[in-house]
Each structure stands twice: as structure tokens, then as C-alpha cells.
């Protein structure tokens, strides 16, 4: 191949397969041992040294679908987002987060940090005050994630990376609800990606898995903990992940085109009060999201109005499945109070701004049409009962 920087498309077919030098398969074999060589090698290989040949070579595809000079998978997302946070972070050490955050997330740091003596800071908003009133002098890291689990806020990467790096802070995201396919945060000099690859890279709902991409030498500092944390993903997760990483374009570009078509339609439709999708013209974000993104992703959330029972309505949806979490191919609804969210306190959902009765879905690659016609016949559904329980 050429130093030509390849499109997306082919980074996810050709990128990082492992090559059947043996029998010249089409496709990456699966090396499944625990146990190399460790004399006259270049690499002492071991699965928890994420360096098997199916581990490597998907770390290779990672960095190149996020423009970065390395990747690494890893066991499950919380996997990759502790393991790279502990990465740079030690006792007496600060960190600023967004206030919206992925739940586990939060957890994370409401539960551990205060333990093992890392400062932490939850901004007031997304503005660059927000930042800069939480950054204090021992502030090693800001993270971000963008858009928003669960109401798609949309955060300003370049504002983000310009003011951390004035302060020689290192920055970190979540770019699961984006993907690589809409959204590259190295372009806008964020340093660490972090992804659930649970979500639009596995794509199929069947595998849990975390991957980070950054620099050479973070990398080796992420790597250095993670050795000892042991959050490495079994070679025949990594071997489907890699498969599956295949067809992203074409899964996360449909899911893009569903979403923004059913946000317009339930924005339009009276019975529904709210809709929270970054690619509305109506939402508060739409002009920064149109500037860093190159699609407005397949998730959006929303609210019925206040008559209407918003758990019986799910109910009655007989294609979208209400389940736990988000970004397969089939579509999937859930109710962030009962289950990403429900952890929380009810004061801290409402300081998020999460409602009781939102609705988070998660749009899939069926026909809209389908789609559209199963949420108004459930929606049919409930009007009907909110009506005659009312007479
Ligand atoms: C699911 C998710 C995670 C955690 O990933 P797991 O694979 O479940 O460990 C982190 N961030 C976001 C935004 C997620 O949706």
C-alpha cells in the first residue's frame, strides 16, 4: 500500500488483519494461545500484555479509524476508561469531568476516586467558564464525553483541548455515542479517545469490549497500568470485534439517517413534549455539532407529554425492544431513570436534567418506515388510554 491516508471504509475491511500466511485465508485467523514463545522473539507475547497477534493487529485498526498513532482494546469499556484514567492519575492528583456523564462513569469516580485520594470536580455546565472554574493547580486531566449519555449535549472539543493544553493538561473523551465514523476528536488535539466498544464498534450486541487510541507514548503509560490491572479481552472477542468493525461505515451511517428522520417526526408529532437530538436545527447544540461532526449519530432521547405513561408506551412497541443498552443494529429503547441512570440519585438526575419519564433510543438500521409506524401505533396505543382514563 501507499502512505495514502485511506478512507474509512477501507481502513475497516483491510487495516490491521492478522494475515493467514499458512493457508491464505480471506480473513484473520484466530490465534487463541496463552502460551509464546519467549527465546530468540522480538515480542514476549501474553494475552493480559494486550500483544497477542489478534490484539495487536485490532489496535492497529482502532488508531487508524481515529487518526492516532496507537490503539489498544480492552475487556469491557469501563475497562478502557479506568484503566486510562489511572493511567495519569495518582493520589493528591485533580480531575475536572463534565457533569453529563456516561453512568458507570460516574460511578467510577464517585466511588473509588474519593478512595484512593484523587480529586475530582464535576463542571457546572459545557461553556469554557464551566472548565476553567473547575481546573485548579493539581488538575492532571479533563474529561469529556460528547454527545451526552443520555441527552445528547454536545460539548466544544476545541475549546476543551485548546484550554487544557494551555495548562499543560492531558484531555480525555468518550467517544462511544459518536464513533469514530461521525466524530475524530484527534483532529481537534483532544489527547486520549476512549471508546465502549460494546456499542457501534461491536454493533451486533453480542460483545463487551473497551478500545483507547492516542499517542505513541501515552500509550505506553496506559499500557504500563494496564498490565497490572488485567482488563485484556479473550482473542475470540477481539477476532468478532475485528469482524464486525467491518461493516461500521455502512451500520453507524443508516443509523445516522433513521435517527434524524425519526427526531423529526416525533419533534412534529403533539403528543411528544421534548426531543433531544444534536442534528434538530432546535436543539441548543445543532451549530457545534454540524462544525465537529460529520454525522449527527443514532441515538436521540425523548419525552411524551405529561398525560402520557411513557413505561406503557414502551410496552406496546412491538419492533424496537425496550432493553439495556444501545447501538446494535436492531433498534432499542430504555428508561435511563430505570436502568444507565438509576444508580443516581433522583437530586443528581435532576441536576442533569434527566427526566422520569425520558426515553432513551437507540435507532437502528431497520426501514424508517417500520420504525415510524411502530412508535405511532404504540403512541395510538396510550393516547387512547390516557383518553378514556381521564373520562
Ligand atoms: C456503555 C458505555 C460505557 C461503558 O462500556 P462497557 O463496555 O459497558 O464497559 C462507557 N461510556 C459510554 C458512553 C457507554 O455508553
Redesign the pocket.
Known amino acids: 500500500m501507499t502512505d495514502q491516508k485511506l478512507g474509512l471504509n477501507t481502513i475497516c475491511t483491510h487495516v490491521g488483519e492478522v494475515k493467514d500466511e499458512q493457508f491464505k485465508g480471506a480473513v484473520s485467523p484466530i490465534y487463541m494461545s496463552t502460551s509464546y514463545a519467549y527465546e530468540d522473539v522480538e515480542v514476549k507475547r501474553y494475552p493480559r500484555y494486550f500483544n497477542t497477534p489478534n490484539q495487536e493487529m485490532l489496535g492497529k485498526k482502532i488508531a487508524a479509524l481515529e487518526g492516532a498513532e496507537a490503539g489498544m482494546i480492552f475487556g469491557?469499556?469501563?475497562?478502557a476508561?479506568s484503566t486510562a484514567l489511572l493511567a495519569f492519575l495518582n493520589a493528591g492528583d485533580h480531575i475536572v469531568l463534565q457533569k453529563t456523564l456516561?453512568g458507570?462513569?460516574f460511578n467510577l469516580v464517585e466511588e473509588e476516586f474519593s478512595k484512593m485520594g484523587i480529586e475530582y470536580t464535576f463542571t457546572s455546565g459545557l461553556e469554557q467558564a464551566d472548565f476553567e472554574a473547575a481546573i485548579k493547580e493539581n488538575t492532571k486531566v479533563v474529561y469529556i464525553?460528547t454527545p451526552s449519555?443520555p441527552l445528547m449535549t454536545v460539548t466544544n472539543m476545541q475549546m476543551v483541548a485548546d484550554l487544557a493544553k494551555a495548562k499543560g493538561i492531558i484531555t480525555m473523551i468518550?467517544n462511544?455515542?459518536a464513533s469514530p465514523v461521525n466524530q475524530n476528536p484527534a483532529e481537534f488535539g483532544i489527547d486520549i479517545i476512549?471508546h465502549?466498544?460494546?456499542?457501534y464498534m461491536g454493533g451486533h450486541s453480542d460483545i463487551?469490549?473497551?478500545a483507547v487510541a492516542c499517542s505513541e507514548a501515552h500509550m505506553d503509560k496506559i499500557w504500563n497500568k494496564a498490565k497490572n490491572l488485567g482488563g485484556s479481552l479473550s482473542d475470540f472477542s477481539v477476532w468478532m470485534l475485528e469482524r464486525s468493525l467491518k461493516t461500521m461505515v455502512l451500520r453507524v451511517k443508516q443509523q445516522n439517517k433513521n435517527a434524524k428522520k425519526l427526531a423529526k417526526w416525533l419533534e412534529q408529532n403533539g403528543h411528544v413534549k421534548a426531543v433531544y437530538y444534536p442534528g434538530l436545527k432546535t436543539h441548543p447544540d445543532y451549530e457545534l455539532a454540524k462544525k465537529q461532526m460529520s454525522g449527527f449519530g443514532g441515538m436521540l432521547s425523548f419525552e411524551l407529554s405529561d398525560e402520557l405513561d411513557a413505561s406503557a408506551f414502551m410496552k406496546e412497541l412491538k419492533l424496537i425492544k425496550p432493553s439495556m443498552?444501545?447501538a446494535g443494529v436492531e433498534s432499542t429503547i430504555l428508561s435511563p431513570t430505570q436502568t444507565s441512570h438509576a444508580l443516581l440519585s433522583a437530586e443528581e438526575r435532576e441536576n442533569q436534567g434527566i427526566a422520569d419519564g425520558l426515553l432513551r433510543f437507540s435507532v437502528g438500521i431497520e426501514e424508517k418506515e417500520d420504525l415510524i409506524a411502530d412508535l405511532k401505533q404504540a403512541l395510538e396505543k396510550v393516547v387512547k388510554d390516557s383518553l378514556n382514563f381521564s373520562i
Open positions: 469491557s469499556g469501563m475497562a476508561v456516561y458507570g462513569t464525553e449519555n468518550d462511544t455515542f476512549l465502549s466498544a460494546t456499542k463487551l469490549a473497551g443498552s444501545l
